[in-house]
């Protein structure tokens, strides 16, 4: 069971109140874009064993977009933050640096 707080609203609920919604951070391709990239944009996402970042959506409480960054091997939750942003906040990715030595984040805008 996840534990995730919403940014926007402080509420710190089991994850039933919330709905994921996929990948964060994804490159948008729009119409001046070639196919392959197009292509990457629709179908292929990250799936890692590991720290990833989602977007999630705060129903049963303010209705909001966020972030959170989590670890899909052991469940846990280094931090949520707000959907407004292209990258992570930088004291996140301190955090998860610090608990996962040698992880990177990889921009993928
Ligand atoms: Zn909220």
């Given amino acids: 069971m996840l534990i995730l707080t919403c940014p926007y609203c402080g509420v710190t609920s089991e994850e039933t109140e919330f709905h994921g919604g996929g990948e964060a951070h994804l490159k ?14 629709l179908f292929h996402r990250e ?9 999630w959506r705060h129903v ?20 949520t933050y707000s959907a407004q942003v292209t990258t992570p906040p930088e004291d996140l990715l301190a955090v998860i640096r610090d608990k996962r030595p040698g992880w990177q984040w990889r921009d993928l805008a």
């Fill in 28 to 41: 948008r391709e729009g119409p001046g874009s070639d196919d392959q990239a197009f292509e990457g944009y």
């Fill in 47 to 55: 799936n890692p064993y590991g720290v990833h970042f989602e977007r």
């Fill in 60 to 79: 049963y409480g303010c209705g909001k977009w966020f972030h959170a960054a989590r670890d899909t091997q052991t469940l846990e939750v280094f931090g």
